[in-house]
Each structure stands twice: as C-alpha cells, then as structure tokens.
C-alpha cells in the first residue's frame, strides 16, 4: 500500500470520527450500487470530504468486489485483449511497487500517488489507454483523451500486443513519473 493512502487511513478515525472498518460496515448496510451515489451519501449524510469520502468507497469496492470478477466482466467477448492489458500491466509494474491497480466496472485504474493511467476495453477489438500527461501535445498515436473525458488528458488506442511498444511505454512512464 502506498504511504499516502495508508497516512490517509492512519488520520480517517480523527478526521471523519470513525475507522475505515466502520465506513465499510456503514457502507454495506447502505448498499449503495455506484460509485458517486456511495461517496454523495458519505458526503451529505456523515459530513466526511470528498477525498475521504472517494477513498473509503474505493476501498470498499476493493475489499467486497475480487479484482479478477471485475475483470473478467470486463474482457467478456473481448478475451483477444486480454494479453494487451497483461503486458501493459507488466510493464507497469517494473516502475516501481507503488502502483495500485484498481479495477472498476468498465476499466483498470492505474494509481500512485493520483491516477495516472486507465486501461478500458473500449471495443472488442481496441483497448484504449487513458493517460494524465501534463504540458504534452497530442502527436501521433498520442490522442486527445476522447471518451476519457477529463479523468484523463490523452489516450493510445492498441489493437494489439505489438501496439504496446516502447513509445507508448515512454508515454506511460511519463503519465507514472509526473503522478507524484
């Protein structure tokens, strides 16, 4: 776990008044079914910010959803890009140990210190990788963010294994590398 996420853990009894595993109990007598339905009920009915807030719904989606159901759903009818998302989180994973890899219903976020990057597979046959890149142009296959909205500044379409490349590489590293 990352040093921010676990301060913020450490601090959540003295600034919400209550422990993470009491909002996670709180949270599953609500049953709230999405995201930002969770965090506005926190927000309004506890008094607890938005960052708290966004943070214990996370977590509880984490700990009450396994990663590996998320993510099957997500490449049903689209297993040819399962071994993108493998190689993009592999490759991930040799930045450093303090990426969080958050699945949710219809993507992967990639944390460290804030998003950096989503992986979403987009159609059956693309996935598209969101990244937040500060002060880039869009050049080449380094695209306005499209469907990503402002979660993202850019995003790389890859049809295949081979799109992952040592450019799109650069460019996730970079997204990783400014997310401090």
Request: net charge positive.
């Amino acid at each position: 776990m990352d040093k921010a996420l676990q301060t913020m853990i450490n601090n959540m009894p003295e600034k919400t008044g209550k422990t993470l595993e009491s909002w996670i109990q709180i949270l599953a007598e609500k049953k709230c079914e999405k995201h930002s339905d969770a965090v506005k009920f926190l927000k309004t009915e506890h008094n607890v910010t938005h960052g708290f807030a966004n943070t214990i719904v996370a977590l509880f989606k984490e700990q009450n959803a396994p990663q590996e159901d998320l993510l099957v759903s997500q490449y049903k009818g689209k297993e040819l890009l399962q071994p993108i998302y493998e190689v993009l989180i592999s490759s991930v994973a040799e930045f450093g140990e303090d990426v969080v890899t958050t699945p949710k219903k219809g993507s992967v976020s990639l944390i460290r210190k804030k998003q950096f990057a989503l992986i979403k597979p987009a159609t059956k046959t693309r996935i598209d990788l969101g990244l937040k890149l500060k002060d880039v142009d869009f050049q080449g296959r380094l695209q306005n963010s499209g469907p990503f909205g402002p979660m993202c500044t850019h995003r790389i379409q890859l049809h295949s294994v081979s799109d992952v490349n040592s450019e799109v590489i650069k460019w996730l590293s970079l997204a990783y590398n400014q997310s401090v």
